[in-house]
């Protein structure tokens, strides 16, 4: 911080040329300049009001320069995965090869208590936005069929700043890379070449580079609906790899700026696709991880817990949480080797993302803008139990808009159509393979939680978030932080980051005193997605799926979700209900049974 410096100069009233003219020259003999006389001459001149005022110039530049440098806004960069799971990383448990976010963990802070959506356009909506995802027209996915519905119209609402366009006002240059799914589209209606005619794309909404997809998943070797800003991309490079060329985007904008723009800071939003599915990775990598994964899902989550508890990720006598039903014992599971390929696949997207995080930390290094950058990391969701070929009917998806142009009807330029079909003969990975991780291992990679993306019980919304800033957050460095945490808290801090004051409507709250070890104010946090509906009141969670009754956790010393108490405690159901209500009537939350029979 800069310390205030005050000068105290004493004035003496002299004549200038009388004492230039009675001053020895500078190249007298080291004698006369030692001299008592000589010295005392020297001392009047410089204290003379002719030399403060030739002096004092110079004095408030060296000032300035000194506070500008001293309280230069921060680099900021936000990496968002995409249903990579609680435990996936190595420093929340995981054994998948991430070294570079595991370091920023290690130097950084760790939430342990971290919420996101449970779903990818939700979550985005509120790390964009500091709201609640209603409250911005995001109550469910981008191009949502709902679009005549308050709350849910599928794009973000255009009379609420976000984030990019804050920060623009604050002297920023943005930078968004990777998957948006904020922007009203479908699949039928995207032009064949320039996107520019569309509404809220990143360049329409505050960033000043955008490379990356707009929808919500791709072909990882060959994506449909590429862009760089508004225009397609049409040739990609030899072994091409969408993580990869992700953050080869990112290092090439992190030198640009630094060539173009080095006064002023930057925000880079890394928003990684992986590893959402279609399961797709280069084989060797896929090749490091299918012995990892012999063991099966039921061990795997015995180790991740252990490895959590070491790390203080979750308290020692913590349970896992029951398997859904119909998920069998691993020894009981036939075609381990298609299972084994799925998950070995899943891990193979999450390390080619934490390269890409290594290679983003050199560049900073490189530009020696590592220590002057905050950097966060978390994820959109809990990994995801979807998988479409697992359903009885899934040839009804055949025909809509979205299904066929990226999975039914989509041939990559490179390859072969997609081979469709719940076929366990497809082994996830190839270009022209298209797989799901499914539930069985959902389950293992938000180990120790329950459920998974689209729910709200803690599978579905626990996430990391590990806030790396050498600069600010020297003293806490390793610290981990258990308050609770809310994706929609991150615009907030960024906020005070930046200037100090938050300025916008928000629902949010500013987490740098959490990070700097002090409590937060007392609130509720709340939950809304496709009828799947929260409370976390202090130690406290009340939660529902769909049509379902409330189930009660004390979620301190169950955050498994093992142990429903809600018949203990009616009183205490019956206020966090009527608070859930309260939310759900002042943020645009409808009745889901209501909304999906729309007209």
């Excluded at 920023?104 to 779903?119: E, M, P």
């Excluded at 359903?391 to 390859?415: C, E, H, N, V």
């Excluded at 799947?532 to 009660?552: F, M, N, T």
Aim: charged share 20%; net charge neutral; glycine share 6%.
């Amino acid at each position: 911080m800069l310390q205030a410096i005050q000068l105290k100069i004493h004035v003496r009233r002299l004549n200038w040329p009388d004492q230039f003219t009675k001053l020895a020259p500078l190249n007298s003999s080291p004698q006369a300049l030692r001299s008592p006389n000589i010295a005392r001459q020297w001392q009047t001149i410089i204290s003379s009001p002719a030399m403060l005022l030739l002096a004092m110039p110079l004095l408030a530049m060296l000032l300035l320069t000194s506070q500008c440098l001293a309280e230069k806004p921060p680099n900021i960069i936000v990496i968002l995965a995409d249903d990579m799971g609680f435990s996936d990383l190595g420093s929340y448990g995981g054994e998948i090869h991430t070294p570079n976010i595991d370091q920023l963990a290690a130097q950084g802070v760790r939430f342990t208590a971290f919420y996101n959506t449970a779903r990818c356009s939700t979550t985005r909506a509120s790390l964009l936005t500091g709201r609640y995802p209603h409250n911005v027209q995001m109550g469910h996915l981008a191009g949502s069929k709902f679009k005549d519905i308050d709350g849910y119209r599928g794009q973000l609402d255009e009379s609420i700043s976000i984030l990019p366009e804050w920060l623009k006002d604050h002297h920023y240059k943005s930078y968004m890379l990777g998957k948006w799914h904020l922007a009203d589209w479908s699949p039928d209606k995207i032009p064949a070449g320039n996107i520019e005619q569309l509404d809220n794309t990143p360049l329409k909404r505050g960033f000043d580079h955008f490379y990356g997809t707009l929808f919500g998943g791709n072909n990882y070797f060959d994506p449909k609906f590429l862009y760089q800003n508004h225009e397609p991309i049409k040739k990609l490079e030899p072994n091409f790899y969408y993580t990869d060329a992700i953050s080869h985007e990112a290092v090439r904008n992190i030198s640009a700026h630094r060539a173009n723009h080095s006064n002023r800071p930057f925000f880079l939003y890394l928003a990684y696709t992986a590893p959402h599915w279609p399961l797709q990775a280069p084989a060797e990598t896929i090749d490091k991880y299918r012995e990892v994964y012999s063991i099966g899902w039921d061990e795997l989550r015995q180790k991740r817990l252990s490895r959590a508890k070491e790390q203080a990720i979750v308290p020692l006598d913590l349970a896992l949480a029951s398997l859904d039903e119909g998920t069998p014992p691993w020894t009981k599971v036939e075609n381990k080797a298609w299972f084994i390929e799925k998950m070995a696949v899943h891990a193979a997207m999450v390390e080619h993302l934490d390269r890409g995080v290594g290679q983003v930390l050199d560049a900073l290094r490189a530009q020696g803008e590592l220590d002057n950058t905050v950097i966060m990391v978390m994820s959109d969701n809990g990994a995801s139990a979807e998988n479409f070929f697992e359903m009885p009917d899934w040839k009804r998806f055949l025909g809509s808009p979205f299904f066929d142009t990226f999975i039914g009807k989509y041939q990559p330029a490179s390859g072969e159509a997609y081979s469709l079909g719940s076929g366990k003969d497809l082994m996830p990975g190839p270009i022209n393979h298209f797989q799901m991780l499914g539930r069985e291992w959902a389950q293992a990679s938000n180990t120790p939680f329950k459920k998974y993306k689209t729910w709200v019980h803690e599978g579905g919304i626990a996430s990391p978030l590990i806030v790396h800033w050498p600069r600010g957050l020297k003293e806490r460095a390793g610290t981990m932080i258990s308050e609770p945490a809310h994706v929609i808290d991150i615009m907030p801090t960024i906020i005070s980051i930046v200037s100090g004051q938050p300025d916008l409507i928000q629902d949010g709250v500013n987490l740098l005193p959490a990070i700097n070890g002090q409590a937060l104010p007392a609130r509720l946090l709340f939950f809304e997605h496709e009828g799947y509906r929260a409370v976390r009141s202090a130690s406290w969670k009340l939660v529902a799926k769909q049509a379902g009754p409330w189930e009660l956790y004390n979620i301190q010393v169950d955050r498994s979700e093992r142990n429903n108490v809600a018949a203990h405690f009616p009183e205490r159901v019956l206020n966090m209900e009527t608070e859930y209500e309260r939310y759900a009537r002042d943020n645009k939350v409808k009745d889901w049974s209501k909304i999906t029979s729309w007209p």
